[in-house]
Nanobody, 124 residues
Framework: QVQLVESGGGLVQTGDSLRLSCTVSGRTFSRGNVGWFRQAPGKEREFVVVMKWSGVSPSYTDSVKGRFTISRDNAKNTLYLQMNSLKPEDTAVYYC?????????????????WGQGTQVTVSS
């Protein structure tokens, strides 16, 4: 059974940093895609950043470029999202996701496996 478990969310102030973690168990996605998505209240889930599990070709949504960084630790089978210079508009539930397909995609519907989500709240 595939499980993705996020941690690291919280309540911070504008300009602060947070690091989210996502531990993957049950299978590997060595040729697949992994990423972080978020969903703010009343809005659809949107992609934040996706990449190949190998680390190749990270793709960031424009609003987080230069502030967020995705990385992974193969030995721990863990995905990270370092978020710096946080803004109130970054407030959302953040989800990690994974999929085995080879072609990298930012589409929410293309990801078969999801974590339970972790809340990030940025106060002004």
């Amino acid at each position: 059974q595939v499980q993705l478990v996020e941690s690291g969310g919280g309540l911070v102030q504008t300009g602060d940093s947070l690091r989210l973690s996502c531990t993957v168990s049950g299978r590997t996605f060595s040729r697949g895609n992994v990423g972080w998505f978020r969903q703010a209240p009343g809005k659809e889930r949107e992609f934040v950043v996706v990449m190949k599990w190998s680390g190749v070709s990270p793709s960031y949504t424009d609003s987080v470029k230069g502030r967020f960084t995705i990385s992974r630790d193969n030995a721990k089978n863990t995905l990270y999202l370092q978020m710096n210079s946080l803004k109130p508009e970054d407030t959302a539930v953040y989800y990690c996701a994974a999929d085995a397909r080879v072609v990298l995609t930012t589409s929410v519907n293309a990801y078969a496996y999801w974590g339970q989500g972790t809340q990030v709240t940025v106060s002004s």
